[in-house]
């Protein structure tokens, strides 16, 4: 027992002097960080008035003559004397002017250099040369150089002249022009010392409070509060060991605040729990089985879905995402997508009436025998009519299915369909998602004579098909309302230009932010595939694409894969890769609005060595060549915007030409290999 005491007492004396601690080294710290934030930014106001001063002093238009000349005068010595009087006076370490060589700003030609006699260091003579600038001080040289103002930040460091701040001043002629650089590096060795004292202030006085706090506690909790709980605890462990009936040894902590009332509580409970042990040990035994087995058919049937994506990495004419959350443990949705050969791709969403294992298990089937059905070449309608037989047969239970199947032929674009009662999907077309309002046949597992038809709709570069089940449309918010096809189509285009992995969790969540906290009544399953390019089956060297940025991926490993083919040197595909990135994010920015196809063909030459790249559109007309080259001889500031990328591709390309023909923009780069 006193063991279990002293375990209490160290955890909750332990915990005071923890919290004691924390809340002393928050305060420290902040203090410490405002003090030293405070002082630092003085000390380097001081530092720029000092500079400030001393650039009065200097006769800017004679520093480039002195360093020309090699020669100094009168002048040059009394200035000199000035600043040596000044880095005294203003207890500086150093007062320098430096020329600065602009081409790596790392070499230093000193022109006036005083030193403070207090630092021990000797000062550079006029004309002395210095290539080690600290790295950490090229951007602010660069800055100063470029706009003759100060340092843009804060300059602080601590070097073999102790801690010290620095400023620094562009030094301008008559005519405006930085002809050198002032600096001024101030001591902050009292800052430091006061700092340090300021920590053990801090840190006296806190463990003074821990010491007092700890007396006053340890006396206050032996008395009320660890006595009493070990009293508790050892009739609590008794009661644990050997179930039997409570004793009455509680009886004397009774009325000690709210330990009392725990005693009392203790006393009753264990009255009540030894009933309750027994009738609970059936029912949890029941439960633990029920539950085990729902877990494991969880994890079977979500292992039964694709959930692997991008499910088809080989394929970059299309991008597929799908997504299910079920009502309950297992779920009557499912989803499916797979080849059915190298060039057709299958997509199946469907419904089982009911939810739970029954559903579960109908749905199972119904996945097995629609994928098993789905063959080459096959009509979709016979396909759903051989599985709704297969179905109807031994259906006890009376359940159906609402199912959608459709197959894209990757290499045209051709989507064909059947629908058994399922919801119509969405199609986007040129950037907008629009319900396609196709005919909807009989559910499966309903009749065994029902018959399907098959539909076909043509799917462009670009387009998209999302398919869900009712509990999307038919979630239920707090008020009962559904969340319907209106809401759903909205936030389809509001997310339009996203991705399928990217759009079903936009949906999900606008789904989620409407019910808010109201229970999901229904199955959640969405999917969405995306057909993404349309490849040239007559000719492997032409690809239609989508011209959106999204593509640009696509559209240069398009060209690398047959760059590679030729032994492409290195340099010259980063060159076209770069002209690529150029060309088509200007299809993609200009050509459209929204989108639409973009061609891109790769040609070779033999003699010279040679590939020819052309970019076509049906878009506006806009021709990128017709804007004048920049002018790269201005800086930066003074160049007008944009330009630059074409200035670039017609730089690295060996031709690059554009005409306008039969409603196309046509541009074509070439690049000769041949060394």
Known sequence: MKKKNRRLAVVMVASIVAVIVILSVIVAMTGYQQFTNVLEQQYNDTAYEVAETALTYLNPDKLEGYLQTGQTDEEYDAILARLDDLVVSSNCNFIYVAKIDETDYMTTTYIYDSVNPATGFSRYEFGYVSRDVDPNYVDDLKHILTTGGRAEKYLYSYTESGAHTTAGLAVKDSTGKVVAVIGVEKSMTVLYGARSTYILWVASIAAAIVVLTLLVYLLWLNGKVIRPIAEITGEAQRFAIDGENPATS????????????????????????????????????????????????????????????????????????????????????????????????????????????????????????????????????????????????????????????????????????????????????????????????????????????????????????????????????????????????????????????????????????????????????????EYKKMMNASDPNEMTVEATLENIPAVTAFVDERLEALDCPMKAQMQIDVAIDELFSNIARYAYDPSGPATVRVDVDQNPLAVRITFIDHGKPYDPLAKEDPDVTLSAEDRQIGGLGIFMVKKSMDDVRYEYKDGQNILTVEKRLET
């Open 250 to 529: 509680l009886k004397a902590t009774e009325n000690r605040y709210e330990i009392g009332v725990l005693a009392s509580s203790i006393l009753k409970m264990e009255a009540e729990i030894k009933q309750y042990i027994d009738n609970l040990t059936a029912v949890t035994a029941e439960k633990e089985r029920i539950g085990a087995e729902l877990d494991i058919a969880t994890h079977i049937q979500a292992s039964m879905l694709p959930c692997i994506f991008p499910p088809f990495p080989d394929k970059p004419e299309v991008d597929i995402y799908a997504s299910m959350n079920p009502a309950k443990e297992v779920g009557g949705d499912f989803y499916d997508f797979f080849m059915v050969d190298d060039t057709h791709l299958a997509i199946v969403m469907a419904d089982v009436s009911g939810k739970g294992v029954p559903a579960a298990l109908f749905m199972v089937i119904g996945k097995t025998l629609i994928k098993d059905h789905t063959t080459p070449g096959r009509d979709l309608g016979e396909v759903f009519m051989e599985v709704n037989k297969l179905l109807c047969e031994g259906n006890g239970e009376e359940l159906f299915i609402t199912a959608f199947e459709g197959v894209l032929d990757l290499e045209t674009g051709q989507f064909n369909f059947v629908n058994a009662g399922h919801e119509m999907p969405f199609i986007r077309r040129k950037g907008k998602y629009t319900p396609e309002k196709i005919r909807a046949g009989f559910v499966l597992a309903g009749m065994d004579m029902t018959r399907y038809r098959m539909g076909s709709l043509q799917m462009e570069p670009g387009d998209a098909i999302f398919q869900y089940t009712d509990g999307v449309t038919e979630a239920t918010n707090g008020q009962n309302e559904l969340y319907g096809m209106e809401r759903l189509e909205a936030v389809l285009n509001r997310n339009a230009d996203a991705s399928p992995d990217k759009l079903l969790p936009a949906v999900k969540a606008d789904i989620d932010a409407f019910v808010g906290s109201a229970p999901q009544f229904d199955d959640i399953t969405m999917l969405c595939l």
